[in-house]
C-alpha cells in the first residue's frame, strides 16, 4: 500500500517550497531506471485555467492503463503519470490531454525527479493511493498501438500463480495509521527545510563551526559522566553522507515485499557520537546536526518507504535512563549497548501496535534478568563509585523457560526482524538486543534473518529463503548500520533460479579452476593463490581498503540457448566478502555474511548475443579473513510457464 505523495482532494495544490522552473528546464531523474510504454489515458485529473491559478506553474495527473512495455524496466500495468500543464502561466503542449487517449512514453519513478519537480504545484483528483507516481520524460499521442515482438513482462504476469499471498484482509486501519504517521513525518521534515531556507546545502554549510568543534572533542576522546550514565565523544560522519543507489535499492525492497503484502519500517541506527553532541558542544537547536539525513528520510517517504526519522531525538531523551547507550568507553566500538537497543525496540512497538494481526496473537510470557559476557570484552567505565571497573558490564536479558533459544529464523511470526550484527548487540545468544526486547514488549516472538557482517545482503538472502518464507508476515523491520546508506542493497537476481529449469553447462573445479580464471593486471600476484586440490583463495591487499582482486571467467557458447543463466561461485571461507560480478553492462551483487548458512553464491544474467566472459571483483576482506573459491558452475535458466519470482 502506497502513501500518496500529496494529499488527495478534489483538485489539491500543494504549496511551493522551492522556486519552480519551467517543464523544458533540467528535469532529468537522478535514475536510468526508464521505461517506454505505450497505453490509454483512463482517468485525467483536472487542469485550472493558468491566468488565475495563484501560482504560475502547475502539473496534473493522469492513470494509466499501460497495453505494453516496448522496453526498460517492468513496472505495473496501471500507474499515474505527472503531466506538464502551464509554466509561467503558459500551457504546456502536454495540457490538452484527456480521458481516453493514447500515449508513447519514456517514463521513470517521479521520486528520482529532483526537488524543483516533485514541489511543484499538482492538480490531482486521483484517489487511488495503490497506484505508483511516474513522470514522463517523452511523450507523445499516438492513434494505434505499435506491434512489439518482445514487449516487457508485467510484474504481477511473473508471479501470477505460485506467489503466495496471505488470506487475511486488508487491514485498512494500520494501512490508515501508517499514512498518518508517515505523513507527519514527512510535514515535519519540509518545516524544518522551510524554516532554514528551503536549501539543504546552506543549512548543510551552516553547521561548519559546530563540526569543527566536535571533531576536535573526538580527537581528544573526551569523556563524562552525566549523574550514572557515561558518554565519550563518539564518532560521527557528517559528509552528504547517503548515495541515490541505496535510496533506489530500498525503494526496490519495499516494493519487493509490499507485492508479497508485507509492509517495510526501517530505523537507521545512529552512530554512536549522533546522541551526546550537545553534552561536549554547543550543538545545533532542533537536535538536527546533519541535514543530509533528513533529505535522505525525506526521498524515502515520498517514495512510500517508512522510516522512523526520530529516532535521534529519542535516544537523546532517554540517554540518562541507562548507564550505557553505546559502549562509549571503548572509543572505536559502534555497536550499541543496552540502552539504545531499548530505544530502538520501544519506537518500533508503537509502529507494531497498528496490526490486528499482531494485536490478536497470543502474548508469550517472557521475563528479565540481568547478565554480562562471558568474555571480558566491555567493562565498567571508571569514576563513577556505583560502577566498579573491574566488573563486567550487565545488562538486561529477555528470557523464558519455552522458549531456547528465545530467537530463531522461523517462518510463522507476523514480525520479521532483519540486519546484522547491530541487531544482535549486546548479545544475540543471551537475549539482549532489539528483537528480544521488541518480544518482551509486543509479547510477539518475532522471527529473525540475522546475517553478521553485511546490511546490504538482506533483500537477497529473504529471497532465497522462497516464496514460503513471508507468507504469514505482516511486517519486516530493519534496523541498520549507519554507514549502511554510502552503498545500495543486494537485490534479487533477475530472475529466481529456484523457479527455473536449470542445465548445467561447464563445472571449473580441482585442477581445471586455476585454467579458468584470468586475473587482471591491476591484481598483485601476492593477493590470491591456488591450493595443490585447486581452490582459491583471494586476501585483501591492505588492512585499510580491504580490497581483494578481480578475475575473469570465459562462458560456454551453450549460455546464447536460454533465455538466462546463472553463474553459482562455492565458497567454503567464513567471511563477510563483497562479490560483484559483471557481464556486459549488467551487474549483479553479493555481500555475504559470517554468519550466513548457504556456501553457494548465485549471480543471474541476460546473455548478450557474443558476450561470453563475466568478470569478479572481490572487496570488503579482512586481512585476517580471505575469500576461499573451491568450484564455480555455470547454468542455462528457463522460466517455468507462470514461476514465481
Known amino acids: 500500500m502506497r502513501l500518496p505523495i500529496f494529499a488527495r482532494a478534489v483538485i489539491h495544490l500543494l504549496i511551493l517550497l522551492f522556486a519552480t522552473c519551467a517543464f523544458g528546464l533540467d528535469t532529468k531523474a537522478a535514475t536510468t531506471k526508464e521505461s517506454v510504454i505505450e497505453g490509454t489515458l483512463s482517468q485525467v485529473s483536472t487542469l485550472p485555467r493558468a491566468d488565475v491559478n495563484p501560482y504560475p506553474d502547475c502539473y496534473y495527473t493522469a492513470i494509466v492503463d499501460i497495453h505494453q512495455i516496448v522496453a526498460g524496466e517492468s513496472i505495473p500495468k496501471r500507474i499515474i503519470i505527472v503531466l506538464p500543464g502551464f509554466f509561467g502561466r503558459k500551457y504546456a503542449p502536454e495540457s490538452g490531454y484527456k480521458t481516453g487517449d493514447k500515449i508513447r512514453a519514456t517514463v521513470v519513478p517521479f521520486a528520482t525527479m529532483p526537488d524543483r519537480v516533485r514541489q511543484t504545484q499538482q492538480a490531482d483528483e486521483i484517489e487511488d493511493v495503490d497506484l505508483e507516481f511516474y513522470f514522463p520524460q517523452l511523450i507523445s499521442l499516438v492513434k494505434t498501438f505499435h506491434p512489439v515482438k518482445s514487449p516487457i ?9 505460485t506467489e503466495t499471498k496471505p488470506s487475511e484482509s486488508t487491514d485498512h486501519k494500520a494501512r490508515a495509521a501508517r499514512r498518518k504517521v508517515m505523513q507527519q513525518d514527512l510535514d515535519l521534515i519540509n518545516a524544518a527545510l522551510t524554516q532554514h531556507g528551503g536549501d539543504w546545502d546552506s543549512w548543510h ?5 559546530f563540526r569543527e568543534e566536535y571533531k576536535k572533542k573526538v580527537d581528544s576522546k573526551a569523556e563524562l559522566w552525566v549523574g550514572d550514565s557515561f558518554f565519550s ?13 541505496f535510496v533506489q535499492s530500498i525503494i526496490a525492497f519495499k516494493k519487493y515485499l509490499e507485492e508479497r503484502n508485507v509492509d517495510l519500517i526501517l530505523v537507521r541506527v545512529p552512530q554512536k557520537g ?5 553534552l561536549f558542544t554547543s550543538a545545533p537547536p532542533n537536535q538536527i546536526s546533519n541535514p543530509y539525513l533528513l533529505k535522505m528520510y525525506k526521498e524515502l517517504l515520498e517514495a512510500d518507504v517508512e522510516i522512523v526519522t526520530d529516532i535521534i531525538p529519542r535516544l537523546i531523551d532517554a540517554r540518562q535512563k541507562f548507564p550505557l547507550m553505546y559502549w562509549y568507553q571503548q572509543f572505536q566500538e559502534e555497536h550499541p549497548a543496552e540502552g539504545a537497543a531499548w530505544v530502538i525496540a520501544e519506537t518500533i512497538s508503537e509502529r507494531l501496535s497498528r496490526y490486528d494481526k499482531i494485536k490478536s496473537r497470543q502474548k508469550k510470557t517472557l521475563r528479565l534478568k540481568q547478565v554480562s559476557l562471558s568474555e571480558d570484552t566491555f567493562k565498567w567505565p571508571k569514576g563513577n563509585p556505583r560502577f566498579n571497573p573491574e566488573e563486567k558490564v550487565k545488562f538486561t536479558s529477555v528470557w523464558s523457560d519455552d522458549y531456547n533459544p528465545l530467537l530463531k529464523q522461523g517462518s510463522d511470526s507476523p514480525v520479521l526482524v532483519v540486519g546484522s550484527s547491530f541487531i544482535g548487540s549486546p548479545s544475540f545468544e543471551l537475549g539482549g538486543n532489539i528483537p528480544a526486547y521488541l518480544a518482551y514488549l509486543t509479547g510477539v516472538l518475532p522471527d529473525v534473518l540475522y546475517r553478521s557482517g553485511s546490511n546490504a545482503t538482506i533483500p537477497r538472502t529473504i529471497a532465497r529463503e522462497g516464496m514460503d518464507f513471508l507468507k504469514n508476515r505482516v511486517v519486516c523491520v530493519f534496523p541498520f548500520v549507519p554507514w549502511a546508506i554510502h552503498l545500495p542493497l543486494d537485490l534479487p ?12 553447462l561447464s563445472k571449473y573445479s580441482g585442477v581445471a579452476l586455476p585454467k579458468s580464471l584470468i586475473f587482471t593486471a591491476e591484481t598483485p600476484r601476492e593477493v590470491y593463490k591456488y591450493s595443490a586440490e585447486g581452490d582459491l583463495t583471494i586476501q585483501a591487499k591492505d588492512k585499510e581498503s580491504r580490497i581483494g582482486g578481480e578475475f575473469r571467467i570465459e562462458l560456454p557458447e551453450k549460455i546464447f540457448e536460454f533465455s538466462y543463466f546463472a553463474i553459482e561461485i562455492l565458497t567454503t571461507s567464513k567471511d563477510a566478502a563483497t562479490i560483484k560480478a559483471k557481464y556486459e553492462q549488467q551487474v549483479d551483487n553479493v555481500h555475504k555474511s559470517y554468519s550466513q548458512s548457504n556456501a553457494e553464491e548465485v549471480f543471474v544474467f541476460k546473455p548478450v548475443h557474443s558476450h561470453k566472459h563475466a568478470t ?15 568450484e564455480i558452475k555455470v547454468f542455462g535458466l528457463s522460466p517455468r510457464p507462470n514461476s514465481g519470482p
Not at 274 to 278: G, I, L
Request: glycine fraction near 6%; proline fraction near 7%; hydrophobic fraction near 35%.
Open 153 to 161: 513482462i508485467f510484474p504481477s504476469e511473473m508471479r501470477k500463480v
Open 205 to 209: 554549510d551552516s553547521l561548519e563551526g
Open 233 to 245: 565523544a563518539g564518532l560521527n560522519a557528517y559528509g552528504k553522507g547517503y548515495s541515490q543507489d
Open 274 to 278: 549522533e546522541v551526546v553532541e550537545d
Open 493 to 504: 537476481p533477475i530472475v529466481n533460479p529456484a523457479t527455473c529449469e536449470k542445465i548445467l
Open 616 to 630: 569478479f571483483n572481490i572487496s570488503n576482506l579482512r586481512i585476517d579473513t580471505p575469500i576461499t573459491i573451491k
